[in-house]
């Protein structure tokens, strides 16, 4: 399944420099612990300071909430998102205490119809 999200960045050039050189290669931990919970592929945009995660998942695997405990109980994934925390901001639609904001798919070329 494809999972689309939203999250910010402080406005600050450098910060956001610093956020883009630590996704170039990021912790063995972090990836490993995407792989394990089902996450096939990951890929982050970013226009400006606003930021889109588009994630494709085996569902008979993913299950985010035991990912989530699954990060909470890992020091060294605490770690990344702390330090992930310093360069993000929610965005204006983000619940309190929220980072990563799922979207909702409005369009799909594949259920319009075919031209005849």
Avoid at 51 to 73: H, I, L
Wanted: net charge negative.
């Amino acid at each position: 399944m494809r999972h689309c999200y939203a999250l910010d960045l402080r406005d600050d050039a450098g910060s956001i420099a610093q956020y883009e050189a630590h996704h170039r290669r990021i912790w063995p931990e972090v990836a490993a612990h995407l792989r394990r919970h089902g996450v096939l592929g990951m890929e982050i945009y970013r226009l400006g300071t606003r930021m889109v995660m588009v994630m494709d998942t085996d569902d008979a695997v993913y299950d985010p909430e035991a990912m989530a405990r699954s990060a909470g109980s890992d020091t060294r994934l605490r770690e990344w998102e702390a330090l992930m925390w310093t360069f993000q901001a929610p965005t204006p639609w983000t619940p309190p205490g929220e980072k990563w904001t799922p979207m909702r798919r409005i369009f799909n070329l594949d259920e319009q119809p075919l031209a005849t």
